[in-house]
């Protein structure tokens, strides 16, 4: 069965510093993968997404993230947080339709709570 | 753009009472979804519908019943709640199917049940 592991409940960082959020996935074929953000009381909101090519994206509010194969990895990264990144980040998975992927939509993980100290 | 509209935002049930949580869309997506939320435990999807008339269980199903009579709207009926239903909701659409498209979310219903 699919699985998607965020190992970091909680992450605090300086403002200013930068970010790195670990997120890996457990599937039988490259899925889709996606970074969602939610802020306090609200919904998620996609941040970026990878479904091929150039293993580095870029998203909104100046995110990255690597596709990494070989370690099953995708992994959100931002040089310089500011003090409104505080939020909770989730990573979600999808298999394609030619994977075998159906209509039941994304998996989740169970998402990394972004602290930022002043 | 209103995009995703769930309502309510809040509510508080007692036990053995039914409600439904109301979500539509105006974004002519044929994919919609319901997930629950509880803390540390991330998203669990409770049902699908890939269009109208058509719907699907997902993860967690169980109290929950869903209907799909037009393409913007994908109502959650809880019968007999219980506190183990005590969540947030959030309803989700899509253009395309679900791993190829991206999700727009609403901003979630939070509800009580004591």
């Known amino acids: 069965a699919q699985s998607v592991t965020q190992p970091d409940i909680h992450i605090t960082v300086s403002e200013g510093a930068s970010l790195e959020l670990r997120c890996n996935y457990s599937?039988?074929?490259?899925?889709?993968l996606f970074w969602y953000v939610q802020s306090p009381g609200q919904g998620l909101q996609l941040l970026l997404k990878?479904?091929?090519?150039?293993?580095l994206v870029q998203g909104i509010k100046g995110f990255e993230a690597e596709f990494k194969r070989s370690q099953s990895s995708f992994n959100l990264r931002k040089p310089s947080v500011h003090w409104s990144d505080a939020a909770e980040y989730f990573c979600a998975v999808g298999l394609p339709m030619y994977s075998g992927g159906g209509a039941d939509g994304l998996t989740f993980g169970k998402g990394t709570h972004l602290i930022i100290q002043p | 753009n209103a995009g995703v509209t769930q309502t309510p935002k809040f509510r508080i049930l007692k036990i053995g009472q039914s409600m439904t949580l109301q979500c539509t869309q105006d974004?002519?997506?044929?994919?919609m979804y319901w997930y629950r939320q509880d803390p540390g435990m991330g998203l669990k999807l409770i049902y699908y519908?890939?269009?109208?008339?058509?719907?699907d269980k997902g993860e967690v199903p169980n109290g929950y019943n869903v209907s799909r009579s037009t393409t913007e709207d994908f109502p959650l009926r809880l019968e007999l709640a219980a506190p183990s239903q005590t969540s947030v909701y959030f309803c989700?659409?899509?253009?395309?199917?679900?791993?190829?498209?991206?999700?727009?979310f609403g901003e979630g219903s939070r509800l009580t049940v004591l």
């Open positions: 974004m002519n997506h044929n994919y």
């Open positions: 990878y479904f091929s090519g150039d293993t």
């Open positions: 989700a659409s899509s253009k395309q199917q679900g791993a190829g498209g991206e999700l727009f």
């Open positions: 519908s890939v269009g109208a008339g058509i719907t």
């Open positions: 599937y039988g074929a490259t899925p889709y």
